[in-house]
C-alpha cells in the first residue's frame, strides 16, 4: 500500500483514540520494564522529556526523520533517536517536543501540523519519562543538525517501517561508560543501515502498530 496524504492526516483521528501502549511496547523492549502508568503512580521523582516523530514528503513518498547522536561520555551516546530531550523549567510537554526538535535538526517549529502523541515511555537507564509526539510538514525539509547534538539525520522511508525484514535481533553493550559493562540481546530496527532499539524502538513500534491495524480494517 502507497502511503499518500490522506492516510497521513488520517493518523491525526488514530492517535486520538485508544493507542496499544504497552502491547505495542513489548514488542520491542530489550528487558521487562516498567510503563509509565506504573512510575507515575509510584510517584518516583523522574526527569521529563520529549521527542519529535516528524513525518513529511520526499521524491513522492513520505519520510521520517531520526538522529544519530554523537558517540559522546553518556548513556545514550552514539544511539538513534528522534529529536528531542530535557523539558525545560515552565515549559508544556509540546513546547518541549517542538522547541528540541528545532534546535536538533533545524526546522521551524511554526510549520509543523501536530498530529497527536503516543504513549509516554519511561527509560530507566536516564530516568526520563518521555512524551513521544507526532508531526508533520508538507513540503521538503533541508535539515539543519545542530552538530554538538546530531552526527547526522537519519530519513527514513515511513514504508520502512512496516518491512517485518527490518526487524532483527542482536547483541548491544550497555552501561558502556560503567566499571561493569554487558552485553543483551535485543530487538531493533534496521532504519538507514542503523541499530534503532531501546526507547526509540518502543515508540517506533507503537506507530507502527496503530497505523497497521487501520490499514488492516476492511
Known amino acids: 500500500m502507497k502511503i499518500d496524504l490522506s492516510h497521513i492526516l488520517e493518523i491525526e483521528s488514530l492517535l486520538t483514540a485508544d493507542l496499544p501502549g504497552l502491547e505495542a511496547h513489548k514488542l520491542m523492549a530489550p528487558y521487562q520494564r ?3 502508568k506504573e512510575v507515575v503512580d509510584s510517584e518516583v521523582e523522574v526527569r521529563h522529556a520529549a521527542t519529535m516523530m516528524l513525518i513529511y514528503p520526499r521524491k513522492d513518498e513520505w519520510y ?13 551516546g552514539g544511539q538513534v533517536s528522534f529529536p528531542g530531550g ?17 534546535e536538533e535538526i533545524g526546522l521551524d517549529r511554526s510549520d509543523v501540523k501536530v498530529l497527536g502523541k503516543l504513549s509516554d515511555v519511561y527509560i530507566p537507564p536516564s530516568n526520563m519519562l518521555v512524551n513521544p509526539y507526532v508531526g508533520m510538514i508538507d513540503y521538503e525539509p533541508e535539515f ?8 547526522k539525520v537519519l530519513e527514513v522511508p515511513l514504508e520502512d517501517l512496516f518491512n517485518e525484514e527490518l526487524i ?7 552501561s558502556k561508560y560503567t566499571d561493569n559493562p554487558f552485553f543483551i540481546e535485543v530487538p531493533y ?10 526507547a526509540t524502538a518502543l515508540m517506533l513500534s507503537e506507530f507502527k502498530m496503530v497505523f497497521s491495524n487501520w490499514k488492516e480494517t476492511p
Open 34 to 36: 516498567k510503563s509509565a
Open 64 to 76: 521520517f526523520a531520526l538522529m544519530l547522536r554523537p558517540d559522546y561520555d553518556g548513556v545514550h
Open 86 to 102: 530535557k523539558r525545560e523549567e515552565g515549559e508544556s510537554p509540546l513546547d518541549n517536543a517542538l522547541r528540541e526538535m528545532e
Open 144 to 151: 539543519i543538525p545542530d552538530e554538538r547534538e546530531v552526527e
Open 168 to 174: 532483527k535481533n542482536k547483541k548491544v553493550q550497555v
Open 189 to 198: 530496527f534496521e532504519l538507514c543501515y542503523e541499530t534503532v532499539w531501546g
